[in-house]
């Protein structure tokens, strides 16, 4: 197995930071917005998110919540080991609100028509978009497509994008792997 990293931290830092300006450029001061992460890894990325908010550009309330997608995929049943799910924790109505989900890596779409169906228990939002932190552009199944994404990858199917965060690994990094 061979791996090839394609963004380090500062990297990282740095697209982080123009993901949050286009975020504000177009939600402003986030009172109608809600930003989703995905369980597990785009709960990171949402906070960390949410931290540039707050810190560089004094929004101290932009609403994150955490969606947990395990059983409303459509392929949970396929796995050989019992599925162990997230917590869901969104202590606010997404009625009528923006909502943007949040996740590391767009792949074949699955997870994000998960979230659409997942997100419906707390509500009918006004509109939803999509982040990524890195987008598979030619291995999607689904047609679905970021509104905002870091880096654009070309991978082969052989080969896996892993994005490690600091909070679950021991270092922020994007490593493409080749089985």
């Not at 990282?12 to 989703?36: G, M, N, P, W, Y």
């Not at 869901?88 to 949040?102: A, M, N, P, S």
Request: proline share 3%; net charge neutral; glycine share 4%.
């Amino acid at each position: 197995m061979s791996q090839k990293i394609l963004l380090n931290a500062k990297e990282i830092e740095i697209i982080l930071h123009r993901l949050a300006c286009q975020l504000l450029e177009k939600h402003l001061d986030f009172s109608e917005t809600v930003l989703v992460g995905i369980q597990p890894r785009g709960v990171f990325l949402a906070d960390r998110i949410q931290k540039i908010l707050k810190e560089n550009y004094g929004l101290p309330d932009v609403k994150v919540g955490k969606l947990d997608i395990t059983f409303y995929r459509d392929d949970f049943r396929r796995s050989d080991k019992p599925l162990e799910a997230n917590k869901t924790k969104i202590e606010f109505l997404v009625e009528d609100k923006r909502v943007v989900f949040i996740d590391d890596v767009l792949y074949t779409g699955r997870s994000i028509r998960a979230a659409l169906t997942a997100i419906q228990s707390f509500g009918r939002p006004k509109e939803i978009e999509l982040l990524t932190l890195i987008d598979r552009r030619f291995s999607r199944h689904l047609p679905i497509q970021s509104d905002y994404n870091g880096r654009q990858v070309d991978a082969i199917n052989e080969e896996r994008v892993l994005v490690n965060w600091t909070e679950n690994a021991s270092e922020d990094s994007v490593y493409l792997v080749k089985k």
